[in-house]
């Protein structure tokens, strides 16, 4: 199927000057760095929000997902972006621009129509993905790095120019919590992980640095439709740890239900073949039986 995508030329040692990945694994390259009595960076985890998800195949014409998501914990790129344009980084040779990502771990899902697939998780600021989420110029630039990356971490070698951005659906599967380094807290410690980086020398242009994921707990649930004084899609979720509303964050969509409790580490994101009514819904929660009940009227009800 053809595309109307329009790509961006973009040198390989830009792109490699320009890539700060966030590793899940341990590097031995990047192990070297340090000796055993330097300290242990601290870190913390995360619960990132989805962006928008991409669909391509490798070499070997397997499907694979992107989900392109965002946090506030991942650092800003340090170049001023207020005014920056795509081509300014191109154009210019801006060699100090950076873009902090953590790269999740591949997991395995089933698309659309059951076949299993390969997706992986990417991160990164949540103000520099508003900027690029409505310009093509930097969301095809800020792709092309994300390619490299995954080449350089997994040794994917995705075919960019058969990337379909999905237009139904913000990500594959459930997006895993990240496990990234915590800056406020290592400033506090006296920490500096640009200070430590600068021992390497002569060492790759990418920058590595550690991190990890692990799954959300997905609570158990139950929906059904049913006629009060219209048509209603009644959800029941159970939360069997949570002790009040105030831990739960409620997100509804045309035909999406989203439910997050970052202390519990509950998250649940689902799509359901019927048109909601966001803004007339409502939801309780019971806390003798842990329950969530979300009434949801439905479109021509």
């Known amino acids: 199927m053809p595309s109307n995508s329009i790509f961006l030329e973009v040198d390989s040692s830009i792109k490699e000057n320009q890539l700060k990945l966030v590793d899940n694994e341990s590097n031995e390259n990047f192990q070297k760095l340090f ?3 330097d300290p242990e960076f601290p870190s913390k985890y995360i619960q990132p929000y989805p962006g928008f998800c991409i669909k391509t195949k490798d070499t070997l014409g397997d499907k694979f997902f992107l989900n392109i998501c965002h946090s506030d914990a991942i650092p800003i790129p340090p170049t001023d972006i207020t005014n920056l344009r795509a081509e300014d980084v191109l154009e210019k040779d801006i060699t100090e621009f950076r873009v902090p990502m953590s790269i999740g771990a591949l997991h395995h899902e089933k698309d659309t129509k059951g076949i299993e697939c390969r997706a992986c998780d990417v991160v990164i600021n ?4 508003k900027k690029i989420q409505y310009d093509t110029d930097w969301k095809n630039f800020i792709l092309t790095i994300v390619f490299e ?15 379909i951005i999905l237009s139904n659906r913000k990500h594959l599967g459930t997006i895993q919590k990240h496990k990234i380094q915590d800056r406020e807290m290592a400033n506090k410690m006296g920490l500096s992980y640009e200070n430590l980086n600068k021992l390497k020398e002569n060492g790759p242009k990418i920058e590595m640095m550690s991190s990890s994921t692990y799954e959300a707990k997905v609570p158990t649930y139950r929906l059904y439709k049913k006629k009060c004084k219209q048509s209603c899609l009644i959800g029941e979720f159970m939360f069997p740890d949570v002790i009040s509303a105030d831990e739960l964050k409620l997100d509804l969509g045309e035909d999406r239900i989203i439910i997050e409790c970052e202390q519990k580490n509950y998250l649940l994101d689902i799509f359901v073949p019927v048109i909601l009514r966001p803004n007339t819904s409502c ?4 806390k003798a039986t842990k329950v969530l009940t979300v009434t949801m009227p439905l479109v021509g009800g």
């Open 35 to 37: 000796s055993e009595n």
């Open 126 to 129: 949540s103000i520099f993905f």
């Open 149 to 163: 990356a995954l080449k350089e971490k997994y040794q994917i070698d995705c075919l960019e120019q058969d990337k």
């Open 283 to 286: 939801s309780v929660f019971d």
